[in-house]
């Protein structure tokens, strides 16, 4: 066998192709060949009636609107396409109320109000029998003392809310069952719970069940009319109502006559509570009898006046505004009178002695915020979708202007209500009247709502148009005079609300003011977690609007604020900190890289390295790693060593970042070198840096890659014997490396390419004849026989230590370590015929063991290629005699078998071959 000779410089030569200088990027859009090629694209595209481009396609589901949840509304009686929407809002409200006032597991209710109008209604076998009200009422008048004594249960929630379900159960059955009497009489007692204020947290999801037992009622009567008008007891139909603009003109005689006598049982309800739940729950049906539904609305609100109990009254006023929304059009004056009186029921709260409520004694404030969902619900059906005009409008009939012209010019508005009012109005109008709204909170000081709230709401509304703000200085001013006054929890929500006009706007003055008042209020104390919350969002919104981070650190007081923080809140504003500092290039300040290092070290500290799997402590450990890979201490190269030993030492458990520290310490290495001074002492220490980093990284793999990477560096340095040294541990590393590397499998792959980079390495390492110069291909190979690999990656790691053994054959090497003192195995065994003799040897058992190897690959398919790219390998590597070209015959063959006879690889590969044959081998390449 004899090698086959390359001129390296030749071959390049000849496979390169002709380059010339472009004028303008050849991808950018202004480019000829990019202007041609969409040219031809749209062209083709107008030719291709199938052509489908799906970024442009229509969204074929973004139309559907889907309600799930069986205990969403039916929309049967909707009027228009807005009642989806309105549905899937009011679900959504109810679960706000449920989740913003949650119970715990045992709730004492009255037993007069739950197990009179339950217990005897429904047993445990499902089955119910009926107690008249009227009978119930005249148990408690003989014996009083009954009632009194067992005046309340404790049961557990989840009972209360079964019993509930069983029953809307209940008159469900028996509206299908054709006892629709049955049913009414059980909705009333339904609705009779909501008389019962005594468990006031639980209030609102009592209001959330009941309701839907009520709405469900309501439906079904809707439904039974509107069959009722469009068809006859035979089944013919009468007519058909459209449920949008259908007049009480198209409806018979008989449905008209039934839907008054439905109005009738329920004003015929003894209490005023359950009456007005009714009328409200089958309202919507007043449109068969009446063409203005909404004049009826106003006499419920009046009824509503006579509720005695707050919270009783606001949650009849909430359902009163939900159900309205059935109709097809309305005008919003009975809200705004609902509004108002809910407004002076608030007033007279907040001035009358705490024991005048009874049971909410000493709990004013958490009366009013168990009405605030009322409000919030009302206010913003006042104002959904207002026009500017409308709302001006509404805000004079609510009290607060004079006129459509002089807005927020009226009396004080209670706080609770002035919160929800500025929430729901135009941002024009929040805009154009801000310094009017802040005199109007100043002067509207109750107990109702947290003015700073207020504040904080009126900022956030302005910040959605910054550049509409009508005298921004004076709005500015105003906040700043208030907060003053302020301690440190309600400052920081304020400020935060108007940090974003200030820093828009540029005024430095105002936020070195800010920053003054949060030092003065933060200093010598523990944060709570709502400062640090709202401390938090101040800091990143300081972060976010500056580009440079040392201008951000020479803010007055901003690391005085800063150092005042700790716990999440602290580490993420660190994480901010070190991802700005990495964003815009390489960090060079001593100073700053100091800091940032500390804030480093308290992320390090925070981090869970025990669950790296986590995705906040794998984003803090890339945000350490990348500041430490962008410090750049310029020429200073022992000052950034020592930065890169201060990181191991402190940040050293993070896996990412030792990996980091290996590379920088190499790239440092290879600045110094490339400085054209002598560094050698410096490399060399660098290069012990990162000989005691290797070890500690988990994965032999990655160990082998960074000490290959290593060894580069040090033939860069002349370190010829350094060279060796990380060469013999990465082949440590590769014989201490198992197919099971502890749970995880390794990446053949990974394997394969790390391998080949060795083999290219060598390539430039000077052999030692000491040891042998084939001493690191044949350890490769005792590693291979040794393991259980796959046939598929030995074929391949066998392939790349024959090219390696012709490659070393060359008298030209195609690349030589860039270091005038190291000289190549070219030149070292220049004519010497031992060497080549050597290297033939080698090379003639790895080529028997390649043959045997593929053999026993399992996979026809990667059998035939294997094949090919062995037979490819040994006709690149040798002169083809008759040994190389009967073992290319044996790989054809087997190729033949395992691959489609038309396989393109297959056929160039005989024909590379045929082209290569030596004339005495000519009669025999019929046989390939």
Request: proline share 3%; with cysteine.
């Amino acid at each position: 066998m004899e090698f086959r000779p390359r001129n390296y410089v030749a071959e390049e030569q000849s496979h390169s192709l002709p380059r010339s200088r472009a004028d303008i990027h050849p991808f950018s859009s202004s480019s000829p060949q990019s202007i041609l090629r969409q040219v031809d694209d749209n062209e083709e595209n107008r030719n291709n009636e199938e052509f489908f481009d799906p970024l442009r396609a229509p969204d074929s589901n973004a139309s559907v609107e889907t309600v799930d949840g069986h205990d969403f509304e039916s929309s049967s009686n909707g009027n228009d396409d807005s009642f989806p929407v309105q549905t899937k809002e009011w679900t959504s409200f109810k679960r706000f109320l449920m989740q913003r006032f949650p119970v715990s597991k045992m709730i004492s209710v009255s037993s007069t109000f739950f197990f009179s109008q339950m217990s005897n209604t429904i047993v445990r076998s499902g089955k119910a029998h009926e107690k008249s009200s009227s009978s119930t009422h005249l148990e408690e008048l003989d014996d009083p003392q009954k009632f009194s004594e067992t005046d309340t249960k404790v049961i557990t929630q989840q009972e209360y809310v079964s019993r509930l379900h069983e029953l809307k159960d209940e008159i469900n059955r028996g509206w299908h069952s054709e006892d629709r009497v049955k049913s009414l009489k059980l909705s009333i007692k339904v609705a009779r719970l909501l008389m019962d204020t005594s468990v006031s947290n639980f209030y609102p999801t009592l209001f959330v069940l009941v309701t839907d037992v009520l709405n469900m009622l309501g439906d079904m009567v809707w439904e039974r009319i509107r069959q009722k008008a469009e068809f006859a007891e035979d089944g013919a139909r009468l007519c058909s109502l459209r449920a949008e603009n259908f007049r009480t003109s198209d409806v018979p005689i008989d449905a008209k006559e039934t839907c008054y006598n439905w109005f009738c049982k329920v004003g015929s309800i003894r209490e005023l509570l359950p009456r007005i739940y009714l009328e409200l729950a089958i309202f919507p049906c007043w449109r068969f009898l009446i063409e203005q539904p909404v004049e009826s609305l106003q006499r419920l609100v009046m009824m509503t006046r006579g509720i005695g109990d707050p919270l009783a009254s606001a949650y009849c006023r909430l359902y009163i505004a939900h159900r309205a929304q059935k109709l097809p059009s309305h005008d919003t004056g009975y809200l705004i009178t609902c509004l108002n009186d809910i407004t002076r029921i608030f007033t007279r709260i907040s001035s009358t002695k705490e024991s005048a409520h009874g049971c909410f004694a000493g709990s004013k404030r958490s009366l009013v915020s168990l009405m605030e969902p009322s409000v919030e619900f009302i206010m913003k059906c006042i104002l959904n979708d207002a026009s500017q005009r409308r709302a001006g409008k509404v805000l004079v009939e609510l009290g607060l202007g004079r006129s459509q012209e002089e807005l927020f010019g009226g009396s004080p508005c209670v706080s609770i209500v002035l919160h929800h009012l500025l929430k729901q109005l135009p941002i024009d109008i929040v805009s154009f009247h801000a310094v009017d709204i802040l005199h109007l909170i100043k002067c509207s000081n109750d107990n109702s709502y947290d003015q700073c709230l207020n504040y904080r709401l009126v900022g956030l509304r302005l910040s959605e148009q910054i550049s509409q703000i009508g005298s921004v200085e004076a709005v500015v001013n105003e906040v700043i005079q208030v907060v003053s006054e302020y301690g440190l929890d309600e400052y920081l929500k304020v400020v935060d609300a108007y940090l974003d006009i200030v820093l828009q706007n540029q005024m430095d003055g105002h936020l070195k003011t800010i920053l003054e008042g949060i030092s003065k209020l933060a200093s010598d104390k523990v944060l709570a977690e709502d400062e640090l919350a709202s401390l938090q969002s101040i800091l990143v919104k300081l972060l976010s609007h500056f580009k440079d981070l040392e201008h951000v650190f020479s803010l007055n007081h901003f690391l005085q604020i800063l150092d005042t923080m700790h716990g999440n809140s602290r580490g993420i504003v660190n994480m901010h900190i070190l991802d700005m500092a990495t964003r815009n290039g390489y960090v060079h300040d001593p100073t700053t890289i100091q800091l940032l290092f500390e804030i480093s070290q308290a992320l390090h500290s925070d981090t869970d390295l025990v669950n790296m799997k986590n995705d906040d402590n794998q984003q803090q450990a890339r945000l350490i790693s990348r500041f430490v890979r962008m410090v750049d201490h310029g020429v200073e190269y022992e000052r950034h060593l020592a930065f890169l030993m201060e990181c191991r030492g402190a940040l050293g458990s993070i896996v990412e970042l030792k990996e980091i520290l290996v590379h920088s310490s190499n790239c440092l290495a290879t600045k110094a070198l490339k400085d054209g001074k002598k560094h050698t002492a410096f490399v060399k220490t660098c290069m012990a840096f990162s000989e005691i980093t290797i070890p500690s990284i988990p994965g032999h793999i990655k160990q082998l890659n960074l000490y290959l990477g290593t060894a580069e560096v040090a033939l860069l340095g002349g370190l010829v014997s350094h060279s060796d040294g990380l060469i013999d541990s990465a082949i440590n590393c590769l014989q201490s490396s198992d197919w099971m590397e502890g749970s995880r499998t390794l990446d053949s792959d990974g394997m394969l390419s790390s391998i080949r980079k060795l083999c290219s390495l060598l390539i430039m390492v000077p052999g030692n004849p000491e040891v042998g110069i084939l001493h690191i291909p044949k350890s490769i190979l005792l590693i291979i026989h040794s393991r259980s690999w796959s046939p598929r990656l030995k074929a391949r790691i066998l392939c790349a230590i024959i090219s390696l053994s012709a490659t070393l054959s060359q008298e030209r090497l195609p690349y030589h370590a860039d270091h005038t003192e190291i000289m190549g195995n070219d030149l070292l065994f220049f004519g010497d015929s031992s060497y080549v003799c050597e290297l033939l040897s080698l090379t003639e058992s790895v080529l028997q063991n390649l043959v045997d190897v593929i053999e026993q690959e399992p996979s026809r398919a990667a059998r035939g290629s294997l094949s090919l790219e062995a037979c490819n390998c040994i006709a690149s590597s040798f002169k083809i005699n008759e040994h190389v070209f009967s073992v290319c015959s044996k790989l054809i063959e087997t190729a033949k078998l395992c691959l489609n006879a038309k396989d393109k690889y297959l056929t160039s590969t005989i024909s590379f071959l045929d082209k290569n044959l030596p004339a005495a081998a000519v009669s025999s390449s019929i046989a390939i």
